[in-house]
């Protein structure tokens, strides 16, 4: 069974928030080959704006201490890089000084999905930046549960029958399933609520896994405003699963996310080319990229960077105009979040200050 682990983590960035440093990258890509063909088999380091990226491919299976050992490794031999050319945030996604056998619940983000390999498996990795882990809700609902988006779902006998999407309450810390199509009702009166209500994994039918994200949300694991989740995301295609191009074709589609700027605005989410994922624009707006490999005895065969194409060119246009128009509404909702979702910013210290002011109506 092949194992593919994408660990992720905002270990200090320049300038600002803006981007991973070089010395970052190759500190990773030189811990992690040194992993090879011992602890794993294969890996690839990339970054979305200033989130380090580990992809890592390995026969462990989900949630073993030795690969997220490695991958907590690599992030505090950065981060004392990124101390050391007063990077912008170092380490600010690790919110503890030592390790504990996992790194869920210790600020990085983790996608893990164990799969045995067919004859030909596609792979396709989603980093976004400057956004939640329910930002992926609406993209992943397209992939499997709208024959819109994905004729597969129609015309092929093995996804005729639909798919399984495990949901996660991050708030009340429980799980519950859907089937689609005979739950998809149910299931988007959940997931329409990005924010507590989070796609972990999607399967078809009989079992197969076809997609993983990552869950953790900062602010609840830290108890005050730390960063935005920037999560992580992978998916299975083909051989009765949606195609590539079925997979990223939602991604076409303006959406409106929660991040951008301190985490607390709404902005579309735009997707790019690696080479373009670097925010800028009022620290953003949000970004996705997509590498996409074939998984060959557990090597990493690839990437391709996804977004890299011209035919992305419109929504990334559509993307500036939605900015420009969010933008100006300045503090005022709905570019800024709601006050439930700004829990973690000065707003309670304000409040605070102001009790002996209010006065009854």
Same mark, same amino acid.
């Given at each position: ?6 660990? !992720? ?87 503890s ?50 024959p ?37 009702h ?20 009989d ?67 690696l ?12 970004r ?5 490999f ?23 246009? !559509? ?28 707003l ?14």
């Open positions: 069974m092949t194992t593919i682990s994408v660990i !992720k983590a905002d270990v200090g960035s320049f300038p600002g928030h803006s981007r991973v440093h070089p010395a970052i990258l190759e500190k990773a890509t030189e811990m992690l080959r040194k992993a090879e063909g011992n602890l794993i088999t294969d890996s690839f380091v990339t970054h979305c704006g200033d989130d380090l990226e580990l992809i890592m491919t390995h026969t462990h299976g989900e949630d073993d201490p030795g690969i997220h050992k490695l991958a907590w490794d690599v992030f505090i031999e950065c981060t004392a890089i990124a101390k050391d050319l007063k990077l912008y945030g170092a380490g600010q996604d690790l919110l000084d030592a390790f504990s056998g996992n790194v869920k619940g210790m600020g990085p983000g983790v996608a893990e999905m164990v799969f045995e390999e067919r004859a030909s498996d596609p792979v396709l990795v989603f980093m976004a930046d400057k956004t939640e882990p329910g930002a992926w809700n609406y993209y992943l609902y397209k992939m499997f549960a709208d819109f988006n994905t004729p597969g779902l129609v015309i092929d006998p093995a996804m005729h029958e639909g798919f399984v999407f495990e949901v996660h309450d991050v708030i009340d810390k429980r799980k519950v399933h859907f089937s689609t199509p005979e739950e998809s149910k299931l988007l009166a959940y997931i329409g609520a990005p924010s507590r209500y989070l796609i972990k994994y999607v399967y078809r039918k079992g197969l896994i076809a997609a993983s994200t990552s869950t953790q949300r900062l602010n609840l694991i830290a108890g005050r405003y730390v960063g935005k989740d920037d999560p992580v995301m992978v998916v299975r295609g083909q051989s009765g699963l949606p195609s590539v191009g079925e997979l990223i074709e939602p991604f076409a589609t303006p959406v409106i996310v929660a991040g951008w700027m301190r985490g607390s605005h709404h902005g579309p989410f735009m997707p790019v080319g080479c373009d994922a670097n925010c800028t624009r009022f620290d953003g707006p949000p996705v990229i997509c590498l996409g074939q998984i060959c005895n557990g090597k990493l065969i690839g990437p391709v960077d996804m977004f890299d194409d011209p035919a992305y060119d419109r929504v990334r246009s !559509k993307c500036n105009e939605i900015a420009d128009i969010l933008r100006a509404h300045g503090p005022f909702e709905p570019h800024r979040l709601s006050l439930e979702e700004m829990e973690y910013t000065t309670p210290i304000v409040e605070k200050e102001l009790t002996d002011r209010w006065e009854p109506i």
